[in-house]
Antibody, heavy 123, light 107 residues
Framework: QVQLVESGGGVVQPGRSLRLSCAASGFTFSTYAMHWVRQAPVRGLEWVAAISYDGNNKYYADSVKGRFTISRDNSKNTLYLQMNSLSTEDTAVYYC????????????????WGQGTLVTVSS | DIQMTQSPSSLSASVGDRVTITCRASQGIRNDLGWYQQKPGKAPKRLIYAASSLQSGVPSRFSGSGSGTEFTLTISSLQPEDFATYYCLQHNTYPLTFGGGTKVEIK
């Protein structure tokens, strides 16, 4: 069964950096694009970033562009999110999300989400 | 960016009520839309994909409809376990965008 396990969250001061990891299992990681989605306390869901199956294409929300970097290591079945210049606005639960399944040229909304890891940016 | 306008932001309903939630996209997204249910402290759970396809294992009282810019999630007879927050997600174009959410509360 598909498992996505995030780690690396914690409390960090504004302006500092943090790297999140997501260990994937139960599917062929190297053939799926992956996403990070976050949810600030008592707020809605916000898509953060995506990476293609081979790591060659990356996409970012405007709110994190230039500060966050998504990457992957297919040999380790692991997705990463390097977060620099953190601000209080980045406080959220960060979810690792597997691209939805595809049928022919049509792909569907993501089904599998990790349990999330909490990042708190506070002085 | 494609904006997803979800309404209402909250509603109060009784067990057995029919509930309808709407998402409107700022431009056409074909049927590249999913609906999710989220309960406190949990990750979102996919209910509907491709705008109207019911996720396996999800009760048939949930249904989705729409294409292009107007989408609807309907719960035909609200059950106690359905009290939660619901989100739509468009995955037609990056950046992916979510609706603002609809909190379904007990009347």
């Amino acid at each position: 069964q598909v498992q996505l396990v995030e780690s690396g969250g914690g409390v960090v001061q504004p302006g500092r950096s943090l790297r999140l990891s997501c260990a994937a299992s139960g599917f062929t990681f190297s053939t799926y694009a992956m996403h990070w989605v976050r949810q600030a306390p008592v707020r809605g869901l916000e898509w953060v970033a995506a990476i293609s199956y081979d790591g060659n294409n990356k996409y970012y929300a405007d709110s994190v562009k230039g500060r966050f970097t998504i990457s992957r290591d297919n040999s380790k079945n692991t997705l990463y999110l390097q977060m620099n210049s953190l601000s209080t606005e980045d406080t959220a639960v960060y979810y690792c999300v597997k691209r939805g399944e595809c049928s022919g040229t049509t792909c569907y909304a993501p089904k599998y989400w990790g349990q999330g890891t909490l990042v708190t940016v506070s002085s | 960016d494609i904006q997803m306008t979800q309404s209402p932001s909250s509603l109060s309903a009784s067990v057995g009520d029919r509930v309808t939630i709407t998402c409107r996209a700022s431009q056409g997204i074909r049927n590249d839309l999913g609906w999710y249910q989220q309960k406190p402290g949990k990750a979102p759970k996919r209910l509907i994909y491709a705008a109207s396809s019911l996720q396996s294992g999800v009760p048939s009282r949930f249904s989705g409809s729409g294409s292009g810019t107007e989408f609807t999630l309907t719960i035909s007879s609200l059950q106690p376990e359905d009290f939660a927050t619901y989100y739509c997600l468009q995955h037609n174009t990056y950046p992916l965008t979510f609706g603002g959410g609809t909190k379904v509360e007990i009347k």
